[in-house]
């Protein structure tokens, strides 16, 4: 049985509507669906753009974490590398060692002196080497001692008449029984000894000195032949020594002079000296060693 035209009219109207009805609540639906897919899209690209990004309590460090214990074994090892080389390979640089004082010189015992005859020597000495390498000018106030140190100062006063000169000692001498000192010829002049030749006369050192130390010698001969001299060191040498030849070229020659010992201090070669005498019946004559000569002085 078929419908009516106006039925069939009416109903596809009423299909029509509820079709229209169904688009618009389609399109509500799927507009609140994107706008809530779209919320979501947003929420997300928010949310990984914060975790990109560290939060400031982040950047603190974490607390401290107790070491564990170091095994026993690891400890030896450290401590052997650690350890300071007992023979560095470079040994520091010895500090200077603090410079010592010189000591002062000794001073002369108080009023040292001496008495004896004072003779006095020039012409053919004058323009000659003293002993102590300079050249002797009798017209210089100067003398020759046998024990003093070279440069000593000392003064010279004639017992006979007081007068009195200070000289300055440069020379080894005199080499002469009972005489003490040689003085130049102006010192002679100066306490009247030229005329006499040999006066009594008292030596005073002057300045702080001690004359009575340094090494000494005593010399037993003096040859012009210089075997005579060899023979008397061969036949002492196996009872003293050191012995020793030394050569002194004179105005009147050459001489050889045969000394014995190296002792120290002036007292103790004096000593020497009498024993030599006492046993051997030499004249002996003390002299000192100077530096740089083996026998001290060429007067």
């Given amino acids: 049985m078929k419908s009516p035209p106006e039925s069939i009219l009416v109903h596809w109207d009423s299909r029509k509507r509820v079709f229209q009805r169904q688009l618009r609540c ?177 030596v005073e050192v002057l300045g702080g000195v001690d004359p009575t130390a340094g090494f000494f010698t005593v010399q037993i001969g003096a040859f012009r032949d210089r075997a005579n001299a060899e023979r008397l060191r061969d036949r002492l040498n196996a009872s003293y020594s050191p012995i020793f030849i030394q050569q002194y070229d004179s105005p009147d020659g050459v001489f050889y002079r045969v000394r014995v010992g190296r002792i120290s201090g002036e007292d103790a070669a004096h000593q020497f000296g009498e024993q030599l005498h006492g046993r051997e019946g030499f004249t002996e004559f003390v002299t000192r060693l100077d530096e740089g000569t083996p026998a001290g002085g060429n007067r």
């Fill in 26 to 202: 389609l399109s509500h639906f799927s507009r609140a669906r994107l706008f809530v897919l779209c919320a979501l899209c947003v929420l997300s690209v928010c949310s990984s753009g914060c975790a990109s990004r560290r939060p400031v309590a982040d950047r603190r460090q974490p607390p401290a974490v107790e070491p564990s214990a170091t095994p026993a074994e690891t400890v030896g090892t450290a401590k052997r590398s650690t350890d300071a080389s007992e023979t560095p390979a470079t040994a520091p640089a010895a500090s200077p060692a603090p410079r010592r004082a010189k000591p002062a010189p000794t001073p002369a015992p108080s009023g040292y002196s001496e008495e004896g005859n004072a003779s006095w020597y020039g012409v053919p000495f004058h323009g000659r080497h003293a002993s102590n390498g300079e050249i002797y000018d009798m017209y210089k106030l100067t003398a020759a001692h046998r024990t003093l140190p070279f440069e000593t100062m000392v003064r010279v006063t004639n017992l006979s008449n007081g007068k009195s000169t200070v000289v300055r000692i440069t020379d080894r001498g005199p080499f002469v029984d009972n005489r003490i000192i040689d003085l130049s010829l102006a010192a002679a002049r100066e306490v009247d000894s030229v005329g006499p030749g040999v006066v009594p006369v008292r």
